[in-house]
């Protein structure tokens, strides 16, 4: 064998996380040469890029538009015509039409050509995916030749299951490269390496996971990219939640490709996860949108004070403009706590009373109101009146309404529709009020990697430990209308994220009367969050793509035991199963 046939010992490899945009198929192309240009000054061969760059992830049903498959291949194209500089090769993930089918499609790009087309062959049908309704299903595939080495290119799904990664072993794959569009939950990180690193085991091959990173709707993706070599071992890991463009070095060994050199950061768990995950959503969705800052209700509680952190985190306390909407029934308390939240954040700070409002709503109502006791309606005149001055703010100077409710809240319909409700996005609508109380309590000692407010205790102690109140009526206190948070949230998380029995939830020691009322509740509330900003996923099941209810809906549990079927009219024969008739 001559010089110039002898495989490769060596292949340097770019991973490009970095951050498109639904859509934006000319910037997200601009944004892939960028990353070409940068891995070929660090000597890479190959740049990978995550799963529909081009396209930007999910397209939902924007990939069944003629016009926008158009729009990416000719991207692809463009692209495919730079490689003939004699640089690195790319690996790019689009929509691809074959045969009048819609695929999810990862090509390969060298010497200025589309070399190789890989399909999807796993589509996902489950929580926040809905694949099987825009692709189609690809054939098994076999490797791709590069420059002497045999890639597998399952993508995202393909891994999670054994059969593709199998097939690829079997037909002659060195290294699995995988792109991803994997968005991120709380343990998600832990969960994607327990999968990738099964199929290494399986395989005996490296595998490179590429994941996305930026925010998309309800959807964040982290990134947090690595490399597993083929004894199981994390050979790199890129940082989450950051954008980068990262050299991987494999060598080719006796045994096989080995990741020798590739960079090592930590990862973000728990609450850090979820704080850094709400921060990057609201940035996305408000610099994606071209909103030039937002506005939010500053009201000397938690949840807008946590807000307020995080969108000066995000953008910035320039572009962040809180105002405090006091009534009558506004405590001292929290005009001095509002007021303090907003100056150690550094953000424009803003008083405009309401009672005219109130007060005209009020006498506008009087003539049909007369003689009937006050109660909830005129409580939700106040939100109500709060929420046309904010909307108004927002439609005079540009900036998007924050809004502010909890996943608590949330759940049970605690909150008042075109009132505290209103707004374009809601960066802790997936967080329990325990957890808004703990995220405050971690944002006064910690902020993630290029936060961009100040540093320090921003929340003031008397916000995190006052008792909570929506302050509509005298003296109110959220307990007044709901269990205890810390008893509460448990019985949702149960409701929500595990879908348990009335009966499982009685067993944990909590009144079973309470645990109906707040079922009850959650089901009643099911209208209100259909009309509910979009808020940032962070839990397994977050309300919108995940969690998919009736709002007609009479189901309840009866709280019985587990149901037995009757042995004595169960079928006699398998389930599922055709009969076989013969003459």
Not at 173 to 190: F, H, T
Request: charge should be negative; include cysteine; proline fraction near 7%.
């Amino acid at each position: 064998m001559t010089q110039s046939c002898r495989p490769p010992d060596r292949l340097v490899l770019a991973l490009a996380q970095i951050n498109c945009v639904v859509g934006a198929i000319d910037a997200n192309l601009e944004k892939a040469r960028a990353a070409r240009e940068e891995a070929r000054k660090s000597g890479a061969d190959l740049v990978m890029f995550s799963e529909l760059f081009l396209a930007g992830y999910p397209p939902e049903d924007l990939v069944l538009k003629p016009a926008f498959q158009d729009s990416c291949r000719a991207a692809l194209d463009e692209l495919a015509r730079d490689t003939g500089d004699g640089g690195p090769a790319v690996l790019m993930g689009l929509p691809w039409m074959q045969d009048g089918r819609c695929h999810n499609a990862y090509a390969l790009l060298d010497g200025g050509r589309v070399v190789a087309v890989r399909f999807k062959v796993d589509l996902p049908n489950y929580g926040v995916f809905d694949e099987k309704r825009v692709f189609t299903p690809g054939p098994s595939p076999g490797p791709v030749a590069f420059r002497g080495v045999r890639l597998g290119l399952p993508i995202c799904e393909d891994i999670w299951g054994p059969d593709i990664v199998e097939s690829l072993s079997e037909t002659g794959a060195e290294i699995l490269l995988s792109p991803n569009g994997s968005p991120y939950w709380r343990g998600k990180d832990g969960e994607r390496l327990a999968v990738a690193t099964a199929r290494v085991v399986e395989s005996g091959l490296p595998l490179v996971y590429l994941n996305q990173i930026g925010g998309q709707d309800e959807l964040v993706f982290d990134g947090a990219s690595f490399v597993v070599n083929a004894n199981g071992e994390v050979a790199g890991r890129l940082p989450a939640f950051e954008e980068t463009v990262a050299k991987i070095v494999f060598r080719r060994e006796r045994g096989g490709w080995v990741c020798e050199e590739a960079p090592m950061a930590s990862a973000y768990d728990g609450d850090k996860g979820d704080y850094a995950a709400c921060v990057l959503g609201l940035r996305d969705y408000v610099h994606k949108n071209n909103f030039p800052g937002v506005i939010l209700g500053m009201s000397g509680g938690v949840d807008s004070a946590l807000c307020a952190a995080m969108a000066a985190d995000a953008l910035g306390p320039q572009q962040v403009h809180a105002i405090m909407l006091p009534f009558r029934f506004t405590s001292a308390e929290s005009l001095r706590d509002a007021a303090d939240c907003a100056k150690t954040l550094g953000l424009r700070y803003d008083i405009l009373p309401i009672a005219q409002a109130v007060e005209g709503v009020e006498a506008a109502l009087a003539p049909l109101f007369a003689g009937t006791p006050r109660g909830v309606t005129e409580e939700n005149i106040q939100a109500r009146a709060r929420g046309i001055i904010l909307m108004s703010v927002s439609n005079k100077f540009g900036p998007m309404l924050v809004t502010t409710g909890n996943k608590s809240e949330m759940s049970v319909g605690y909150a008042t529709l075109y009132g505290d409700m209103n707004g374009g996005f809601n960066p802790i609508k997936d967080l329990y009020k325990t957890q808004v109380f703990r995220l405050c309590r971690l944002r006064n000692e910690w902020k993630p990697g290029g936060a961009l407010g100040p540093d320090g205790a921003v929340i003031p102690r008397n916000i995190i430990e006052k008792p909570p109140s929506a302050e509509l009526r005298e003296n109110q206190k959220d307990q007044d209308s709901l269990p205890p948070y810390d008893a509460l949230d448990d019985m949702l998380e149960c409701l929500v994220e595990k879908d348990m029995r009335l009966a499982e939830i009685f067993a944990r020691g909590h009144d079973p009367e309470t645990v109906k009322k707040v079922e009850r509740m959650l089901y009643l509330a099911e209208y209100k969050r259909r009309q509910s900003a979009p808020g940032v996923k962070v839990t397994r099941k977050n309300f919108g793509r995940d969690r998919r209810y009736p709002i007609v809906n009479r189901f309840r549990d009866s709280g019985g035991p587990v149901f037995q079927p009757d042995p004595d009219v169960a079928p006699e024969s398998p389930v599922g199963v055709s009969e076989r008739f013969e003459d």
